[in-house]
């Protein structure tokens, strides 16, 4: 498969598939082997607690298979008067 771009919401990337499959093993079947781009998570604090939720771990195997992905998740956390607070883990 060429290059792209998949926008997944975390409902999805904790689902299950069709025919007993993960979403998050199709998610890794499509990125194949190797690979090396980048896995951008928005409201990544919906991950927190990963011992603790379904996302969670999801979000953590999926870095975990794509240990060469470079991994950049942010969040919203609040606004105030002096604009948007955000949180960025790198």
Not at 16 to 44: H, N
Request: charged fraction near 15%; proline fraction near 1%; include cysteine.
């Amino acid at each position: 498969m060429g290059d792209g771009i998949l926008f997944v919401t975390y409902a999805t990337l904790r689902s299950a598939g069709k025919c007993g499959t993960t979403r998050l093993s199709q998610i890794l079947d499509w990125m194949g082997e190797g690979f090396e781009g980048v896995l951008a998570f928005d409201e990544a604090h919906a991950m927190q607690n990963a011992a603790g939720s379904e996302q969670g771990l999801a979000g953590l195997r999926l870095q975990l298979a794509a240990p060469r992905a470079r991994v950049n998740g942010g969040a919203i956390l609040g606004h105030g008067s002096d604009g948007i607070v955000l949180s960025r883990a790198a």
